[in-house]
């Protein structure tokens, strides 16, 4: 990519999120993803841009890398553009961003981008010749917390995905709850896991995405009609599953292209590269985690209970969740430790650099996230290391999960770049069998600063929940 000569017609919007403005590159497999601010503070971006990229590629380099295997996380890299080609992007794009989302402008001012692969399409961009498909997952945090570190009881029975549902509808964030609950997803059973798949794709809100070719057709928005975007959706992908079939009617078909569609996704999200399936990752390993089922999830309160194999070590669910469960305190637990912090940086406010709270996200910070001791000792190094796990956990809590599915028979120059094992959809002797690849996004360090406004927000979930039983 030559910087000096970027031209802004080379690039397409491709989406965004609460802090970042992502634009992919028309031919080459590459996005530029730009910071947002919001419009009152874009003037001062320069001051902090550079500086905030590169935490971003050191903490998944550094971090996330690490802790949730390098196959998975692809960290970037930080490149200076033209100013105003960047402001050019800007005015380019502007017309495309979803009308809720324009309270936040992108960063014009700093003239950085973080270059990354376009992983909604496969390794290199190879061309195939039926437009690979992607689906992007927000899978959310996994497990509930011990009673012994909470205040309310219902933290331990309710999710925080559904207990937070609830908040948001009653806010006017989304106009229905979503009935996709993330335990039933990390449970490892797949008829809990097809179950939380079908509820997420119903009822995207911003958990689910479906790429095509690299253009999203299909995610949710505020206002859109979902049920008549699902309908139109499983028509578009009906050649991916059920080729050659034109006799099946309309709802049947829909029916069991969201059927293959989900078996494809759980046997993609429980592949662990090749090790021994057998193998699998129970969760209650130092009991510091509470029962394995959410009790607002509309299954059966005996499958819940009686169906929880574990997931297999080293797929992306099991190290997703293991690094959520870093978060062994939960907020409530954590916030003595934040106030013994915050009093001793009262006093030492030099300390902050070197306890390393806003970066750098290197080895040292690393070691002492996985090296804490195991019970508190009333020190700083201690409340330290629990901070630095809470924040690592509150990351992995917010990832997404990208899977890239291409048809075999499709895949010949992809091999040795995506998985080479089929995938198969059913049982049925014509299903279609797809290569993958699986990686994990979003994993940008959350700032030390936020824990008192984590905390509050838990109180105003819970409560409002208890309130609204």
Request: proline share 6%.
């Amino acid at each position: 990519m030559e910087l000096d000569k970027m031209d802004e017609n080379d690039w397409k919007y491709h989406g965004e999120g609460n802090k970042n403005l992502v634009v992919s590159h028309l031919q080459h497999f590459r996005v530029l993803r730009f910071l947002k601010y919001s419009t009152e503070d874009s003037e001062n971006a320069p001051q902090t841009s550079e500086q905030t990229y590169r935490h971003i590629v050191d903490f998944g380099k550094n971090i996330m890398s690490p802790l949730l295997g390098d196959r998975f996380v692809h960290s970037g890299e930080v490149i200076k553009l033209p100013l105003e080609f960047v402001r050019q992007l800007s005015i380019k794009v502007q017309h495309k961003r979803p009308q809720w989302r324009c309270k936040k402008a992108m960063d014009i001012y700093s003239g950085c981008a973080l270059c990354l692969p376009n992983l909604t399409l496969p390794p290199y961009n190879l061309p195939t010749h039926t437009p690979p498909l992607c689906i992007e997952i927000k899978p959310k945090c996994g497990f509930l917390p011990s009673a012994r570190h909470v205040s309310r009881d219902i933290k331990t029975k309710i999710c925080r995905f559904c207990t937070h549902q609830r908040y948001k509808v009653a806010n006017g964030k989304w106009k229905r709850s979503s009935l996709y609950c993330p335990l039933d997803l990390f449970s490892g059973n797949k008829q809990r896991m097809y179950s939380a798949i079908k509820h997420l794709i119903e009822e995207p809100q911003n958990n689910c995405k479906i790429f095509k070719g690299g253009q999203c057709i299909y995610e949710g928005n505020k206002g859109s009609e979902d049920f008549q975007d699902l309908n139109s959706l499983l028509q578009d992908l009906r050649p991916y599953f059920l080729p050659g079939t034109p006799m099946l009617n309309g709802h049947l078909a829909n029916k069991a292209v969201l059927n293959d569609l989900i078996q494809v996704l759980v046997e993609a999200l429980l592949n662990n590269g090749g090790e021994e399936q057998g193998m699998r990752l129970e969760r209650g390993g130092d009991g510091e985690e509470g029962q394995g089922f959410c009790e607002a999830s509309l299954l059966t309160t005996e499958l819940k209970r009686n169906s929880c194999p574990g997931l297999p070590r080293d797929c992306v669910l099991s190290r997703i969740l293991h690094t959520q469960m870093l978060d062994s305190l939960d907020i409530e637990g954590l916030q003595p430790l934040y106030r013994r912090l915050e009093k001793h940086l009262k006093l030492y406010p030099g300390d902050r650099s070197c306890l390393q709270l806003d970066g750098p996200y290197d080895a040292a910070f690393l070691d002492r996230t996985q090296k804490c001791p195991a019970e508190d000792d009333g020190s700083i190094d201690y409340a330290v290391a629990k901070v630095h796990q809470y924040r690592v956990a509150l990351t992995a809590k917010d990832c997404s999960v990208m899977v890239v599915l291409v048809p075999r028979g499709e895949d010949e120059g992809l091999s040795g770049q995506m998985k080479a094992r089929d995938l198969l959809c059913s049982s049925r002797s014509s299903a279609p069998r797809f290569s993958f690849s699986v990686s994990i996004v979003d994993l940008d360090p959350k700032p030390f600063d936020s824990i008192p406004r984590q905390l509050i927000l838990d109180h105003q979930i819970v409560s409002f929940y208890i309130e609204n039983q």
